[in-house]
């Protein structure tokens, strides 16, 4: 397979860009990007994190077309809207950022983040009495913005911009809100397309776009529509509490993943 060339990729490239490119669509189109943290990662086994980054972003505004004509009006936009500015300011420092900042600590951070969200969702923190409830004890819904949505839209650009591995982040602020599965997925689509439309000028800024590069996502363009369309399908038919459980459990095996790789990097383990 490694004798194979096409647009000067090896098989041992094509065969891992299919792969993440499908996983991403499916994970965009049903499941709120949760699982997009390992698509560029695992892109990057076969190339160079920048050209991973790169092949990607094209194929993620495409996908992102798609989510947005299958969950139509669906979406929150206050919740959305509230993620603007947090996102460019994130976009702009992670592209300062993409060759000098340190991926390992940012990993560890972000992991953090996720952890306390999924303790707020588990209801850790209410029975620690680290959060506000009602006079019926129930959690209150908190409103968009705030300190929490600059933090995780922050985090949402540059993690964004750097690896495409906002995920985490999106999911992270998102179930805070206990939105359906419908909305929480429109939602999510409707931010990473806002997202994704501001890291364009910025990739052709720093170079990320030759015409190899854009060569590379044409060809894998079938295949994210694929996935995306699959995904979307996915969504469908699982039912909600389900879906949730799935989400929650993603976030809390990303976050793992993120302080394992995040420790040995610091580490110089890895």
Excluded at 82 to 95: C, F, H, K, N, R
């Amino acid at each position: 397979m490694s004798d194979f060339l096409l647009l000067g990729q090896n098989g041992h490239f094509w065969t891992l860009a299919l792969v993440a490119v499908l996983l991403m669509g499916v994970s965009k189109g049903g499941f709120g990007s949760g699982l997009n943290v390992v698509s560029t990662p695992l892109l990057a086994l076969a190339s160079s994190p920048a050209l991973a980054a790169a092949v990607m972003l094209p194929l993620l505004n495409a996908m992102d077309m798609l989510g947005l004509r299958a969950f139509w009006r669906q979406w929150d936009a206050p919740t959305a809207r509230s993620l603007v500015l947090p996102m460019l300011a994130g976009v702009i420092l992670g592209t300062l950022l993409f060759t000098v900042v340190d991926p390992d600590m940012l990993r560890i951070l972000l992991a953090l983040v996720c952890y306390y969200v999924l303790a707020h969702r588990w209801g850790i923190l209410q029975r620690l009495r680290l959060v506000a409830t009602d006079a019926d004890g129930r959690t209150q819904t908190p409103r968009p913005g705030g300190l929490v949505g600059w933090i995780l839209g922050g985090l949402l650009g540059i993690t964004s911009t750097i690896a495409h591995a906002g995920g985490p982040a999106a999911a992270a602020y998102l179930l805070r809100f206990n939105f359906d599965k419908t909305t929480f997925q429109a939602t999510t689509i409707l931010t990473f397309t806002i997202v994704n439309i501001i890291k364009l000028p910025f990739y052709f800024a720093i170079g990320q776009f030759p015409v190899s590069t854009l060569s590379l996502s044409l060809v894998l363009l079938p295949f994210a529509a694929a996935g995306m369309i699959l995904g979307v399908f996915l969504h469908r038919i699982v039912p909600q509490r389900p879906f949730f459980v799935l989400m929650e459990g993603a976030l809390f095996v990303t976050a793992s993943k993120l302080v394992w790789d995040g420790s040995r990097g610091l580490l110089g383990l890895a």
